[in-house]
């Protein structure tokens, strides 16, 4: 078989060149890293449980009219994708303060917001994806102004299906991030939601106990990734009511 092509080589994915033109093949690594990449760590099983959970939420997203690069899931740990320009920013949608906004604003974690809360993080990881506002999105040619109110609609509605799917299963919400690609039809110009939804993207609390099935169980060490990520897959009916995680091979003497 002919050596594929790397595109790409991320934190928990690796991109190949796909077999049409115009397409992209998404590999989903098992590593998992926290505080830009100073902790990190491989859980077995997450790559699987995350292309699973990203196919869910794209199909979903798709069927209700919001586009996305997912075409089809080729195997337990890859997914052809259309490929696409990525806007570089990252696009966090916040339900309840956490994380950074908790510390940046001196709020109490957990605190529900009076509306969702739109922020963007220019993607530079040897900077820390610092934060930016729109102003300097505009000044430095990243995105244009209507490129910037199609992309508040696009996380707007990604949130509102989010958060009505989660709800439904128990859990909460409390933000995420997104990446939106620019695709060409000719001359035409459209935006399209990109890169991954999953546990690594979202902050997601159990509703009745606050117990956390994201990936703030790496950050803060609350217990076995894998097993949180799975229960969400249950929950959402991705995986079997009795799966467990992943574990690779064993040898056997």
Not at 150 to 162: G, K, Q, T, W, Y
């Amino acid at each position: 078989m002919a050596r594929r092509k790397k595109i790409y080589e991320g934190k928990a994915k690796i991109l190949y060149e796909g077999p049409e033109p115009g397409t992209v093949v998404q590999y989903f690594k098992d590593d998992a890293t926290a505080f830009n990449a100073e902790k990190r760590d491989v859980i077995d099983g997450k790559g699987v449980l995350n292309n699973r959970l990203s196919e869910f939420f794209m199909v979903g997203l798709n069927s209700i009219g919001v586009p996305t690069h997912f075409m089809k899931r080729l195997n337990m740990r890859e997914q052809l994708v259309r490929q696409c320009e990525i806007i570089p920013l990252e696009v966090i949608v916040r339900n309840f303060a956490a994380g950074t906004m908790a510390k940046r604003l001196g709020i109490e974690e957990g605190t529900a917001l009076p509306r969702p809360i739109v922020e963007y993080c220019y993607k530079d990881d040897s900077l820390g994806d610092p934060l930016v506002t729109e102003e300097h999105i505009a000044a430095f040619g990243w995105a244009s102004q209507q490129d910037m109110d199609d992309i508040l609609s696009l996380a707007l509605r990604v949130n509102d299906f989010m958060s009505g799917l989660m709800y439904g299963v128990g859990i909460k919400l409390v933000d995420f991030k997104i990446e939106i690609g620019r695709v060409y039809d000719g001359d035409y110009q459209r935006l399209i939601v990109a890169d991954e939804i999953s546990p690594d993207s979202c902050r997601l609390w159990d509703i009745e106990t606050g117990r956390k099935l994201d990936k703030d169980v790496f950050r803060r060490d609350l217990g076995d990734l894998a097993d949180a990520y799975t229960e969400v897959a249950r929950r959402l009916g991705v995986m079997p009511a009795n799966a467990t995680p992943m574990e690779k091979p064993k040898l056997i003497n």
